[in-house]
T-cell receptor, first 114, second 111 residues
């Protein structure tokens, strides 16, 4: 069974630009979550999508947004990039039930903002 | 956001030694999970615990869900070089998929 696939793996942007990251979940997984990982703040929850609807949201500004498509693939977008947005962005997929525990992560997209 | 406290922050051990790390929270979780992350990779799920007091093993790894539901620990027996990495605990509440992650324990195994 193929794992969670994230693209691109690495990207460099400059302040003020916007970025879109993509995630393909494990086949059969309909819930997709996004996390930001930085050395200072650790792993922090951004948002979760299920059936093309945002089901839960972390404490991030509105510049961070996402969406999910009918095939469960998801994208997240960060607009007006700031230096502090440099991070590893991780996507995780899980079975539909909420609170079922097991989230499976992709390898991440490493964003550097200059 | 809420962060779980993991200890120790880092460990340097000899190959073959046993390792123990723990995770504590000020609030209750209904599920505890342990992940391992290698450099440049995403976290990989090691063990999931669903019931207070539960003790679960996965090969050389053993984890327990604390009775108070506010803590968990992970033991690794007979460590080997490939155990090197950062170990994260994570808590989850009923009815929500989002995880609250610990601060991580960086493990170094000296051959």
């Amino acid at each position: 069974k193929a794992g969670v696939t994230q693209t691109p793996r690495y990207l460099i942007k400059t302040r003020g630009q916007q970025v879109t990251l993509s995630c393909s979940p494990i086949s059969g997984h309909r819930s997709v979550s996004w996390y930001q990982q930085t050395p200072g703040q650790g792993l922090q929850f951004l948002f979760e999508y299920f059936s093309e609807t945002q089901r839960n949201k972390g404490n991030f500004p509105g510049r961070f947004s996402g969406r999910q498509f009918s095939n469960s693939r998801s994208e997240m977008n960060v607009s007006t990039l700031e230096l502090g947005d440099s991070a590893l962005y991780l996507c995780a997929s899980s079975l539909p039930g909420a609170g079922t525990g097991e989230l499976f992560f992709g390898e991440g997209s490493r964003l550097t903002v200059l | 956001g809420q962060q779980l406290n993991q200890s120790p922050q880092s460990m340097f051990i000899q190959e073959g030694e046993d390792v123990s790390m723990n995770c504590t929270s000020s609030s209750i979780f209904n599920t505890w999970l342990w992940y391992k992350q290698d450099p440049g990779e995403g976290p990989v799920l090691l063990i999931a615990l669903y019931k207070a007091g539960e003790l679960t093993s996965n090969g050389r790894l053993t984890a327990q869900f604390g009775i108070t539901r506010k803590d968990s620990f992970l033991n690794i027996s007979a460590s080997i070089p490939s155990d090197v990495g950062i170990y994260f605990c994570a808590g989850q509440r009923t009815g929500a998929n989002n995880l609250f992650f610990g601060t991580g324990t960086r493990l170094t195994v000296i051959p």
